[in-house]
């Protein structure tokens, strides 16, 4: 298919293409994720939870291997889903970031994501790419999430590429300025471009939990926090990456741990920690899921990658 032919991301064309494919996507995805547990002689995810978790903390770890189950002629734009040979590490990175813009984020995240937040579910999310959260957030958490975007990508790009990041950030700047990003024009190595963005924020919610073991709760019904696989949401995305806002473990928020639900060796939680970031590649190989945020306030930065410069999001301003 030619370039012209693949809609932009966030156009109208996108919107249309991406939902008709969602539905049969988001099947396959928990199918996938009932026979790895079949396979693994694991209960049914919604009757028992996996008892054994090993910590994820700083540093690369490896992905299980994962045969991909989707087929290349069912994913959308075509090729999308094609795995990304050397991808597949979780790099868990902290203290990348500048802790003011973070600083500057949470606040804004309490001053103006309950006006977003869905009914019942606890759950607010603005779009963090373009212009559309500077009404929600102001001009300064805008210019703020702007630079740690870009930061973010650079430090993902590094991380799959096994280069570490640029530690410490940005020394002082006009804080009304979006320079101080990495360039990255030292690393030879192909673009990942961001193709989707969200700043979340949540507290604890009317949430169904249909199964509680202490400390890894998993809401199996609500759909963002419930097991999935990003590819499988949005197909051109290649890599995930979560910037972590507020520091769980009962400072700012108790659950809301990341589990990756590996068959194999069982879970791996990371958990959240203000200014880590995880890294990992969006496709099948990383069923995740997140716990149930039980008390206090959880923010964070949600950046999606794509290789492929058809379905970039316009950098409009
Ligand atoms: O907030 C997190 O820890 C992960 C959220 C998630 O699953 C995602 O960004 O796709
Ligand atoms: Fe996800």
């Not at 961001?194 to 202490?214: K, Q």
């Not at 190989?285 to 999606?304: D, F, I, K, P, Y």
Request: hydrophobic share 40%; net charge negative.
């Amino acid at each position: 298919m030619g370039a012209g032919s693949v809609p932009r991301v966030g156009t109208a064309a996108w919107t249309a293409a991406r939902l008709a494919w969602r539905d049969r996507a988001t099947a396959s995805a928990r199918a996938l994720i009932a026979a790895r547990r079949a396979a693994a002689g694991a209960p049914p995810l919604t009757d028992a939870l996996e008892p054994q978790k090993t910590p994820l903390d700083a540093g690369v770890h490896a992905t299980p291997a994962h045969r991909s189950s989707m087929s290349p002629r069912d994913c959308w734009p075509p090729g999308a889903s094609q795995p990304r040979p050397g991808m597949a590490s979780r790099h868990v990175i902290d203290d990348a970031f500048d802790p003011r813009d973070l600083s500057v984020l949470v606040a804004a995240a309490k001053m103006s994501m309950h006006a977003l937040r869905a009914s019942g579910s606890g759950e607010a999310s603005a779009a963090a790419l373009g212009r559309a959260s500077e009404g929600i957030l102001g001009l300064d958490a805008h210019i703020a999430m702007r630079r740690t975007i870009r930061t973010m990508t650079e430090t993902a790009r590094r991380a799959v590429h096994g280069v570490p990041p640029v530690v410490p950030p940005v020394p002082a700047r006009d804080d009304r300025t979006e320079e101080g990003a990495h360039s990255g024009d030292d690393l030879d190595a192909p673009t990942l471009h961001p193709a989707g963005a969200l700043f979340t924020h949540i507290v604890p919610g009317e949430t169904s939990v249909t199964s509680v073991t202490p400390g890894t709760q998993i809401d199996t019904t609500h759909g963002y926090w419930s097991p999935h696989v990003d590819k499988a949401n949005v197909p051109e995305y290649d890599v995930s990456a979560v910037l972590y806002l507020s520091d769980g473990d009962g400072v700012d928020f108790a659950g809301g741990e990341l589990h990756f639900m590996d068959a194999i060796g069982g879970w791996k939680t990371v958990t959240p920690r203000r200014n880590r970031l995880v890294v990992f590649s969006s496709g099948e190989e990383n069923v995740h899921a997140v716990g149930v945020v039980t008390s206090g306030e959880r923010t964070t930065l949600n950046l999606w990658l794509t290789r492929d410069p058809r379905v970039a999001a316009p950098d409009d301003d």
